[in-house]
């Protein structure tokens, strides 16, 4: 699997390489205030693409946010693969979050399924269900953790560098989704959340359910 370590996602360079080669071409032309506006473009798409370093919980039962962002829901609703009412934890990624996203629990990558879909506001119940998205299923043990990577009004693809048959530690990158999106976790029963809806979560740091 695809491991960025770099301080920015790999997947950002393009973006970043063609925003900052634009602005240097209006600025050699003499269009300084073009120039200027797409100098704040190109900060804001490095930005965009920042992929700090987390540390995980000391504690190797919690399950970790796999987003930076905002819980917009936590509440019970069907598994998107075996239908099952599970609790989920839904985390709303603003164009301001860091978007990479983490696993939540070490543990093997056994399902995934890319699902097209429409590019409803990625903060609204329906994205769940209507939006374009890809879904990782993850086992520990005898748990199994399903994962649904959204996609938002703006973002319009999702990356997913996992496999099936990958081993992922605990935070461990596997994916981004590209100008503000949205990720649900559904949990296995044993488990209790620990977060609220408002709350402010981060990938990789904050932890979103512990076992009861």
């Excluded at 992929?51 to 998107?80: H, M, N, T, W, Y």
């Excluded at 903060?123 to 996609?151: C, P």
């Excluded at 990158?173 to 949205?182: C, E, M, P, V």
Aim: glycine fraction near 8%.
């Amino acid at each position: 699997m695809r491991k960025p370590t770099i301080g920015l996602s790999l997947e950002g360079l393009p973006s970043i390489g063609l925003s900052a080669f634009t602005t240097l071409v209006f600025a050699a032309m003499g269009w300084w205030l073009l120039a200027l506006i797409l100098l704040i473009v190109t900060g804001f798409v490095v930005h965009f693409f920042r992929d700090p370093e987390r540390v995980a919980p000391e504690d190797l039962d919690a399950v970790i946010s796999p987003a930076d962002g905002r819980v917009v829901k936590v509440d019970f609703a069907p598994d998107p693969v075996t239908g099952q009412i599970r609790q989920v934890v839904c985390v709303f990624m603003s164009v301001v979050d860091v978007h990479v996203n983490r696993a939540p629990v070490e543990g093997s990558v056994e399902l995934i399924r890319y699902i097209p879909g429409k590019f409803f506001n990625a903060s609204l119940d329906k994205a769940s269900t209507d939006n374009e998205r890809n879904i990782v299923v993850m086992g520990r043990g005898a748990d199994r953790f399903t994962i649904v990577q959204i996609a938002g009004l703006i973002a319009r693809r999702i990356v997913c560098w996992a496999e099936p048959g990958d081993i992922l530690r605990r935070g461990e990158r596997f994916g981004l989704i590209k100008f503000g999106s949205r990720v649900d976790l559904y949990l296995p029963e044993d488990y209790a959340v620990k977060v609220y809806v408002g709350e402010t979560v981060r990938a990789g740091e904050t932890a979103l359910a512990v076992r009861k």
